[in-house]
């Protein structure tokens, strides 16, 4: 039996005036997509990271046209302060979004995804079918 039938991409398409790369899932072909979602990773992480988490092929079963990019430049951590008050004002600023929804994942830390993969992918897509 076919593990999951959807269509993959990755590539480094040309983007003024730098190359990007991407990962790309999708639903299986001639599926229309619900949505075009743009996965970002952070600061020590790559798109490869929703690759591994199978964050990309949930959300392409799911019926979305999931991209993750690699943000471009090298980071490095030496000198770097860290804000221990971001989680705090991002959470402030999201919400005021509308649609939003805040969910604790208990016992897990940041990044969340990474502790609790499964809960995380049921929480986004129960939010995806909420919309």
């Known amino acids: 039996m076919e593990r999951c039938a959807f269509k993959v991409n990755s590539t480094v398409p040309f983007v003024l005036p730098i190359s990007l ?12 997509s619900l949505a ?7 600061i020590r992480f790559s798109s490869e990271t929703w690759l591994k988490l199978n964050t990309l092929e949930r959300l392409a079963e799911a019926g979305y ?21 971001l989680g705090e004002v991002s959470l402030n600023n999201l919400k005021n979004l509308s649609n939003h929804k ?8 940041h990044p969340c995804y990474l502790d609790k993969p499964g809960e995380w992918h049921s929480a986004v897509l129960q939010f995806l079918q909420s919309l």
């Open 102 to 109: 805040v969910v604790v994942l208990q016992g897990a830390g």
């Open 65 to 85: 046209r999931a991209v993750a990019i690699d943000l471009p430049g090298k980071i490095t951590y030496m000198g770097i302060l860290q804000d221990t008050q």
């Open 21 to 32: 790369f991407y990962r790309q899932f999708q639903p299986a072909e001639g599926a229309a």
């Open 36 to 42: 075009v979602l743009l996965l970002l990773h952070g």
